[in-house]
């Protein structure tokens, strides 16, 4: 069938909506009506280039929700209107050392994941634009009114929640949620700093409010983000991570951060050399923000990080395990702890995807949402 989807044609590029064909579910797959999609940051990295993909013409969106309109033969446990959230960093085998270890989300098979072909069949495609193959963005294409994927990378909600703001749990509350949670070893009491108060950093704001911890600093240039963060918990703010650093030191006894998690939008050596700056011995630096893949040379002293015995730890999706944290965060919204109708600031048709990457440049949502089906 044809299908609307946002694509880019090629690198650097902007996402442009065209009339794609999108195949039919094979057998462990469904095609899915998509209802929303979270314009996440990744996305515009791979429109920039910054992060390379294995096929172009390219399309993207790996957070979203949808329904359940064909499923593939030979497809247990699906029906056709069953309401999903997409989890882009699945599918995964659920049999290597990874998914045996409840770490699904650095499943050897979910290496390719940025080939834009079947995890399970190199080469196979599901999209095709004037009959060449398109890549899917994680396996899953969001920016799609409908999009055909593997079952396994997707996690069926109930239907009485609100299908569009779930749409934001595959990537944007789980990475930031889980940069505190489970990946910073902050206790309560402690003093945490978010450096980049975007869709990602807001929600590490929710994660270390979740975990008790004392004083919650947030940084970002722009002070719409910092009134947001007020609102969702943090108690300090600033502009610039030399200021939040400085404050961390003045509470602590000149000790610094017990934990800093980078969130920026395009994070460069130079943002985890100045991040580095703020923990305390023992602190952990959680590295969130992705720019240019290849980027190296922060500066990291040597001498200061073994002899101060810190830790620099890295994150895919906030080391949340979807079949088990996406349940969860679910309860944690339903119970009023998690707020996720408040992380949305605009709602935008997918011929405005272009236009919603530079809102988001331009610091004006905390996060956008594609509202497919746009009245
Ligand atoms: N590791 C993962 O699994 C994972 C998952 C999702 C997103 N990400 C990455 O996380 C990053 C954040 O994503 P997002 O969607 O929240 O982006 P975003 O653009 O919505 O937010 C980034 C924020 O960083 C702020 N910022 C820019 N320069 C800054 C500076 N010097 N100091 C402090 N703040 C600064 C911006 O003002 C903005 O508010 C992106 O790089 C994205 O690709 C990583
Ligand atoms: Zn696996
Ligand atoms: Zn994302």
């Keep these: 069938m044809q299908t609307r989807s946002a694509i880019v044609h090629s690198v650097p590029g902007k996402y442009e909506v065209v009339d794609l064909e999108l195949e039919e579910p094979r057998q462990g797959e469904l095609m899915v009506e998509v209802a929303a999609a979270g314009l996440c940051h990744t996305d515009d990295h791979v429109a920039t280039g910054d992060m390379p993909v294995g096929k172009y013409p390219w399309c993207g969106g790996h957070e979203g929700s949808g329904v359940v309109v064909q499923v593939g033969p030979n497809t247990p446990g699906w029906r056709e209107g069953d309401h999903l959230v997409f989890s882009p960093t699945g599918p995964f085998c659920g049999r290597c050392r990874w998914c045996a270890s409840g770490y699904s989300t650095l499943c050897d098979s979910a290496a390719n994941l940025l080939d834009g072909d079947r995890w399970d069949e190199p080469g196979s495609f599901r999209m095709t634009l004037d009959g060449q193959p398109v890549g899917q963005m994680c396996g899953v294409s969001t920016f799609s009114a409908h999009t055909t994927v593997a079952a396994e990378a997707c996690l069926k909600v109930d239907d009485d929640l609100p299908l569009d703001v779930l749409g934001i749990l595959g990537c944007c509350v789980g990475t930031g949620w889980g940069s505190v949670v489970n990946c910073s070893g902050a206790r309560p009491g402690d003093t945490v700093i978010i450096m980049g108060i975007g869709g990602i950093g807001i929600n590490a704001v929710q994660g270390a409010k979740h975990i008790s911890a004392g004083t919650i600093i947030a940084v970002d240039p722009v002070a719409f983000k ?80 073994i002899l101060g015995q810190k830790r620099i730890q890295g994150n895919i999706y906030g080391a949340c395990s979807p079949g088990r944290d996406i349940p969860r965060q679910i309860q944690m919204y339903r119970d009023g702890v998690l707020k996720l109708d408040e992380l949305i600031t605009t709602r935008y048709p997918l011929d405005d995807v272009a236009r919603a990457y530079e809102d988001m440049h331009a610091g004006k949502n905390l996060r956008g949402l594609v509202v497919h089906n746009w009245a």
């Design 226 to 305: 910092l009134r947001k963060a007020r609102e969702f918990g943090a108690t300090h703010t600033f502009a610039s991570i030399e200021e939040a650093g400085e404050f961390a030191r003045s509470v602590t006894g000149g000790h610094g951060a017990d934990a800093t998690i980078v969130t920026v939008g395009v994070t460069t050596p130079e943002h985890v050399s100045q991040a580095y700056t703020t923990i305390r011995k023992m602190g952990t630096l959680v590295l969130t923000g992705l720019g240019d893949l290849s980027a190296a040379g922060a500066r990291i002293p040597l001498g200061d990080l």
